[in-house]
């Protein structure tokens, strides 16, 4: 195994923690019997590019695709 997957395989494994960690921590999109009576419409509902579970859906997005980058790369090297 040269360095070059010795480094690969450690951000690859770093890529997947951080995907698991930020799926973790997000909010559920459960809205129950509110989302029937239309309730789940507020203030906060309309600025969520600007929340916490924004980020945190970036940052798996992110994470995803370095992920895959790195498994191809690595195919395509080995």
């Known amino acids: 195994m040269g360095v070059v997957n010795v480094l690969l ?5 770093l890529a997947c923690l951080f995907m698991i960690v930020t799926v973790l921590l997000q ?3 459960a809205k129950g019997l509110g989302a029937v009576a239309g309730q789940m419409e507020s203030y906060f ?5 600007k929340t ?3 980020k945190l859906a ?3 997005k992110i ?3 370095v992920f895959v980058v790195i498994a ?5 090297l080995n």
């Open 27 to 29: 909010s559920s999109n």
């Open 72 to 76: 191809l790369l690595m195919l395509v």
């Open 45 to 49: 509902s309309k600025n969520k590019a």
């Open 9 to 13: 395989s450690i951000v690859l494994i």
């Open 58 to 60: 970036l940052g798996t």
């Open 52 to 54: 916490i579970d924004a």
């Open 63 to 65: 994470a995803a695709a």
